[in-house]
């Protein structure tokens, strides 16, 4: 063969390449992924059991409760028993006897103030007594005077009013003084004690040594909180509020304290509800036995008057897995079904009340944790 033969069969199969590469590029089905294998999972749920007589049966009851409603909340001094301390004297603070938290009786001392205005109103005080000192004897004179017909009814009239008024100004001034808190008039000082108005807890403190204190003008030094009665306050929403009444009453569970449980009596619900979350302030007036102090959060439980169908079962045959609760349901041919239920409060018996998941008549395994730990060894 030539030369020029040669070199047209070499073109030749260079441009067959060519090609065959274009057609396989220009192909879409020769570029596709292969086709996803999808494969069934077995029901996690679902268990076979080669002898399920082993398993003992029990029937969920009908059980009648009323309907609850669950809400949190947080633990608070009644505001009517409140009292804040004052000080109408104005001046330094000498000394300070109690502290926030602390316990006090009524009458106790918890500072004491030293003031001039104790010492302006001791002076007028005395001043008070003296005139009225001299006032009465010169009534005195005025009605010997009278009796031998010295002076006039005049001027014994007017004695005796002058002896009224210097008695009015010896109440006045002797009024200040206890209205300013120093109740010792036969002794003249210019320290002021404040003294606790009724028994409680101080629960809040405003003051400290040699600070001031400006009467009304200024914060009160302490406010006295009586605990013997606390309110709750829990926040229920607006679909909820037909379970709360006025008058009922509502169980407390305290975080601190799980295994007691408290009374209390619902005695305000909220006109307004807040816009942003859709709920209304429930108030419950609870007797404090001392557990119970400010800022604890609660669990208040309410009680509908209505009552409702729930099942009861062994507590046996519930099972807490997985951060929820299940029971085993036998079916056909040996299988058992895994249901989640949703359970309530303990019954007598050792029952366990369950409000949803089965339906009275249905059979559950007696004791789930035994069907869990054999299910789980095949």
């Not at 268990?47 to 049966?57: A, T």
């Not at 309110?231 to 304290?257: F, P, Q, S």
């Not at 303990?346 to 054999?374: D, H, R, T, Y």
């Amino acid at each position: 063969m030539s030369r020029s033969g040669l070199a047209w069969l070499a073109l030749a199969s260079v441009l067959g390449l060519l090609e065959s590469g274009c057609e396989s590029k220009s192909n879409p089905a020769a570029e596709a992924p292969p086709p996803l294998k999808v494969e069934r999972v077995a029901d996690r749920n679902l268990f076979q059991v080669e002898h399920p007589e082993r398993f003992q049966l029990v029937q969920a009851a009908e059980h009648l409760a009323t309907s609850q409603l669950n809400v949190t909340g947080v633990v608070a001094p009644d505001i009517s028993k409140n009292v804040p301390v004052i000080s109408l004297a104005t001046g330094r603070i000498v000394e300070v006897n109690a502290r926030l938290g602390d316990t006090v009786k009524k009458g106790q001392i918890l500072l004491k103030v030293q003031s001039a205005d104790i010492s302006g109103a001791y002076s007028d005080y005395r001043k008070a007594v003296a005139d009225e000192q001299l006032a009465h004897t010169q009534l005195e004179r005025a009605k010997q005077l009278y009796d031998r017909g010295a002076i006039s009814l005049n001027d014994l009239q007017v004695a005796k009013d002058t002896e009224d008024k210097a008695k009015v100004d010896v109440e006045n001034t002797a009024e200040k003084l206890r209205v300013l808190g120093n109740t010792n008039l036969d002794r003249p000082s210019a320290i002021v004690d404040v003294r606790a108005p009724i028994s409680g807890v101080i629960t809040d403190q405003q003051v400290t040594n040699a600070a001031g204190v400006q009467g009304l003008a200024s914060p009160n030094p302490f406010t006295i909180s009586d605990l013997s009665e606390v309110w709750i306050l829990c926040d229920v929403y607006e679909n909820d509020l037909g379970m709360v009444h006025l008058g009922e009453k509502a169980d407390i569970h305290l975080n601190a304290y799980p295994d007691r449980v408290f009374t209390g009596t619902i005695s305000n619900i909220g006109p307004i509800l807040d816009p942003n979350l859709r709920t209304a302030k429930v108030r419950i007036q609870v007797h404090n036995s001392g557990l119970m102090r400010p800022g604890m959060f609660v669990t208040a439980t309410f009680h509908g008057r209505e009552k409702e169908k729930r099942v009861a079962v062994p507590s046996t045959a519930i099972l807490h897995l997985h951060d929820r609760n299940w029971v085993y349901i036998p079916l056909q041919n040996g299988q058992f079904r895994r249901v989640a239920v949703a359970e309530g409060n303990m019954l007598p018996g050792g029952m366990q009340e369950v409000i949803s998941g089965i339906a009275p008549g249905q059979q559950v395994v007696a004791n789930a944790l035994a069907f869990q730990n054999s299910v789980e060894q095949q």
